[in-house]
């Protein structure tokens, strides 16, 4: 079985010759973090807004009536709203940048009327700004997840998994340790396909789902690599800690779908990683060559879903 590598992220910036990444890169790559919901850590993002709104009032104060600047606040406020998961840390903003426009029109010596009148129209732009910003972040995660998930099983898909993987490959390399990768694949799943319909197979695979999701330890990972291979991300897991998961998790799911009726059981290869592989793609090919060399060894064809 062929797998692609895994694709880019937004985020990689790759270093030009020499080591160094050019400032239009690391610039680009800063404000796509900026404007994409949860793009930046809620700290940083909080320290920044706090940060531009005293530049705001500064300049503010220092033009007087030359320069207005108070519509500049929102965008300070909009960045909370967008990266921080608190809705204190929105409260926060909010009350800091009111009060400074209303420290900014005290020190200009307004008349209290045009005070007021500045103080309203500034909080309701900013609650504006604020509800605005919260919806996009909320459509953005929502979309983010769905593209994430599974939508058969409910489990995480390939390109979540890559994710995981990569990130875990990533600890391995400056912290060291050991990971394992159970490659699950389903024994005579075509065949139940073409006999008893794609509602038994859609079935047989949601109840390998469950088991998987009640069966792997809280620290471990598990996905839907797509048609009937599953994969589950065992940390900390060495040769034989993963053998007696392994014997576990087959055990559970061929018994659940024995019980449902159907002639369909799991194969299931394992790769164990002292040291961490060059990418998830690598490590995802081990693992299936495991999986295929129980497959042979068992005398089942592999599973294939039409």
Request: hydrophobic share 50%.
């Amino acid at each position: 079985m062929s797998r692609s590598e895994h694709p880019l992220d937004p985020d990689d910036v790759h270093p030009a010759a020499g080591g160094r990444v050019p400032a239009s890169d690391r610039l680009a790559a800063w404000i796509d973090r900026a404007l994409r919901p949860g793009g930046l850590a809620p700290r940083r993002a909080l320290l920044g807004a706090l940060a531009a709104m005293g530049a705001i009032f500064a300049v503010d104060v220092f033009t007087g009536e030359t320069v207005r600047l108070q519509s500049l606040y929102v965008f300070p406020i909009a960045s909370v709203a967008l990266h921080c998961d608190r809705r204190s840390d929105v409260a926060l903003s909010i009350v800091i940048a009111i009060a400074l426009q209303a420290l900014g029109t005290t020190l200009r010596q307004e008349p209290a009327l045009a005070r007021v009148i500045d103080t309203g129209v500034a909080l309701a732009a900013s609650l504006l700004a604020v509800a605005l910003a919260r919806t996009l972040r909320r459509h953005y995660q929502a979309s983010e997840q769905r593209a994430a998930t599974d939508a058969l099983t409910g489990l995480p898909n390939r390109r979540a998994f890559d994710a995981v993987l990569e990130a875990e490959i990533d600890v391995r390399r400056r912290h060291g340790g050991t990971f394992s990768i159970a490659l699950i694949d389903l024994d005579r799943f075509k065949a139940l396909n073409d006999t008893a319909g794609h509602a038994a197979g859609d079935l047989a695979l949601r109840l390998v789902s469950d088991t998987l999701s009640a069966r792997v330890r809280a620290s471990d990972a598990a996905a839907r690599l797509g048609g009937d291979e599953f994969v589950v991300l065992l940390r900390n897991a060495t040769a034989r800690d993963s053998d007696r998961i392994r014997d576990t998790l087959v055990s559970a799911i061929d018994l659940r779908l024995a019980r449902a009726g159907f002639a369909v059981t799991a194969s299931c290869g394992i790769a164990t990683f002292d040291r961490p592989p060059a990418s998830a793609a690598v490590a995802l090919e081990a693992a299936d060559r495991a999986m295929y060399a129980v497959k042979s060894a068992r005398g089942v064809a592999r599973g294939a879903v039409h």
